[in-house]
């Protein structure tokens, strides 16, 4: 009896559809992408929403160039578009192609890293990226490591490596132990740290807020004094997490002198690099990251200042030995008596995306350098900004900037506090409404302000000041409307 063969699955009998489609794809993003002139086209949700909603998912088009067409107007024709120089908003990088063919690959041999039978090279490619990362970031040879989802994954990763060598060392059973778990870090950091916490059945006040140096770094006075204060108190220091990269401000918490009080206490000292990673391959300020390697984990975001396409992250260890304590086996996937390497075994997922290709092809292609110069560009653009932003008299400016976030707001001469607090949010709804620029928005001190987040080197001073002149015009607009009455 002949076998059924569907010509809707990718294999070596559909190589004619498949480079079609992939081809037809390629060539319908190309089309729109050259027809884009800013971030996004301003599309409300109520509009989006009925126009998702239209679509009648039991009836196939039956066509893959008719579903790109509907998709290209459903997703592409409102995208946010992240390689427009006007968008300044949130950690999201413009990808590099090399990146970008590897996903090619990726999608249809559909690797899965989870086990060495399911990936082969794909684990071996895995594990040299994480070494080279290690051997970047200073670890020695008995450093390991697993790529991650994200950022998130990572740190939830490294809190969980941490619970577990705090609960090796205590006396006590695990039940009694993990209420009086803390872990140490500034407002600054992440809110993955917090979520951690709550994940992995900490109290609600497990994370105990260090104090800063008044700029948003960690004060390494006030975390001995809070770890001693804790002790006192008959918790269990747990982690101290330092933030290399703040999301809003950008700082980076002075890890060389947490380091020794980490080591001193015993405690696990957890480096959150998601956003300030592209440092290790900076040639003018890898020292910003100086005593990183007294880490016990770093995570590493290639995602963000990488140039890499989402999902690309990791979570690197100095000892290699620490993520055994969370492999978990199974008969059918990675027993115990496996002698080949299985990657599941240091990961909180089981399929996993072969998603280290991407760093691979980019870094066999352009190389780390041109990585590491473009996040140096894009943090030298951010004290332009800034210097640029001091003259100019419309706007405030937080603070100088550390790597390439930059916080300000609209607030002329006459405009009060309060009156910039209530502007601020609606200007950015604006702005987005627009479409031609967008920016990102936080609260520092219970203050609103507008954040530039640069990620992209082809963003010039120019197109800054236009974002800052678009900024103008919607503020001016606002505050002459009859209703807002905000000047004071
Ligand atoms: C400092 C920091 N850590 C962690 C994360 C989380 O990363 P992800 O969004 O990849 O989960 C972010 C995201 O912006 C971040 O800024």
Redesign the pocket.
Known sequence: MEGFASPHLFSGSTLDAYTSGVWHASALLADRVKTVRQPYSGASVTELQEQVDAVDLDRPLGDTGAALHEVARLYLDNAIWFHEPTYVA??NCPVAIPALSAEVLISAVNSSVDTWDQSATGTLIERRLIDWTAGRIGFGPGADGIFT???????LQAMLLAREEALAVVSEPREVAIPRLRIFATTE??F??GKSAGILGLAADAVVAVATDGDGRMDPGALAAAIDGVRRDGGIPMAVVA?????DLGRIDPVKAIGPICAEHGIWFHV?????CGLLVSTRRRHLLEGIEQADSV?V?Y??SFYQP??S?AIVVRRGETMRRIAVHADYLNPRTATVPNQVDKSLQTTRRFDALKLWMTLRTIGSEQIGDMFDTVVDRAHETWEHLLTDPDFEVLTEPTLSTLLFRFRPEGLSVEACDELMPRLRQELFRDGQAIVAGTTVGGHYWLKFTLLNPNTTMGNLKDVLDLIRGIAHRLTSEPTAAVMA
């Open positions: 949130h950690l989802s994200g950022g998130t994954q990572s740190n950091s992440h993955s740290v933030t290399a990269g703040t999301t959150d690099a998601a956003y300030g995570t975001d995602h963000k989402v999902s992250s």
